[in-house]
């Protein structure tokens, strides 16, 4: 699995946003939602490798798409 090191949650909002997510609600974590799929993202910096890589998953996406959002 690639890593995905180094990404803080307001990089990582602006990618999922590029694809059609938008924040359905904001707290301790940002929820956010295409219509179909719901993520959670933490409000850490940065965001741990494994922690990203299953939302990026959870999101319908590769590792290697949600590269080339960033």
């Known amino acids: ?9 307001q990089r ?3 990618a999922f ?3 059609g997510y938008w924040i359905a609600r904001e707290g301790k974590h940002i929820t956010m939602t295409n ?5 959670t993202i933490p409000r850490n910096n940065p965001i741990n490798s494994f922690t990203m890589a299953g ?13 080339g959002l960033l």
């Open 1 to 9: 699995m690639p890593k995905l090191s180094g990404i803080s949650h």
């Open 12 to 14: 990582a909002v602006k």
């Open 17 to 19: 946003q590029k694809v």
């Open 35 to 39: 219509g179909v799929r719901i993520i």
């Open 55 to 67: 939302i990026v998953k959870d999101a319908g996406l590769t590792t290697e798409d949600f590269r």
